[in-house]
T-cell receptor
């Protein structure tokens, strides 16, 4: 079975400081991993995805994530937070060899302070 | 614009009432999904349809039924709404499984059961 665990339910940073949102995964085969962002009262927007190509994945709005198989991690980072980054972030794994469904983590709320 | 269209966007039901949430995609995707989102729990899969003519239960199917009407449409029905079904519902569709695939989400239906 596949699963993801987001290690922090809430992260608070100051504008201009780095962002780190942590995600560990469990998968019986090479996983396909995503990060989605959801701004308040909005839908889901894909930030980036990993599909066994480069282990460092660059996404939109300056975000990137590194796939580390030895640590079963897929942490999301950004060098400098912007006020507009305040949102909820979901780490997601795809069961693409079987049903194709997405399995979501519980989410991390990112607060950005001025 | 191509994508996933959900109707309605908002709905208030009384306990015991029934309703159908509609979802349609115009990207010729084979797979479609219904998720519900509740605070602190991420998105949980209700039902999915891997291809036209097939449907399967997800993580939280109780109290729901689905119909894959054709390749484009996948509806979710609440036969007798309960307050526990108050949630935001997202429909999604996906390209074929494998390396070159992606998921598209609708904008969501906010359902309140009183």
């Amino acid at each position: 079975a596949q699963s993801v665990t987001q290690l922090d339910s809430h992260v608070s940073v100051s504008e201009g400081t780095p962002v780190l949102l942590r995600c560990n995964y469990s998968s019986s085969y090479s996983p396909s991993l995503f990060w989605y962002v959801q701004h308040p009262n909005k839908g889901l927007q894909l930030l980036l995805k990993y599909t066994s190509a480069a282990t460092l994945v660059k996404g939109i709005n300056g975000f990137e994530a590194e796939f580390k198989k030895s640590e079963t991690s897929f942490h999301l980072t950004k060098p400098s937070a912007h006020m507009s980054d305040a949102a909820e972030y979901f780490c997601v794994v795809s069961d693409y060899f079987n049903t194709g469904k997405l399995i979501f983590g519980q989410g991390t709320t990112l607060q950005v302070k001025p | 614009n191509a994508g996933v269209t959900q109707t309605p966007k908002f709905q208030v039901l009384k306990t015991g009432q029934s309703m159908t949430l509609q979802c349609a995609q115009d990207m010729n995707h084979n797979s479609m999904y219904w998720y519900r989102q509740d605070p602190g729990m991420g998105l949980r899969l209700i039902y999915y349809s891997a291809s036209e003519g097939t449907t399967d239960k997800g993580e939280v199917p109780n109290g729901y039924n689905v119909s894959r009407l054709n390749k484009r449409e996948f509806s979710l029905r609440l036969e007798s709404a309960a307050p526990s079904q108050t949630s935001v519902y997202f429909c999604a569709s996906s390209e074929k499984r494998g390396e070159n695939y992606g998921y598209t989400f609708g904008s969501g239906t906010r359902l309140t059961v009183v």
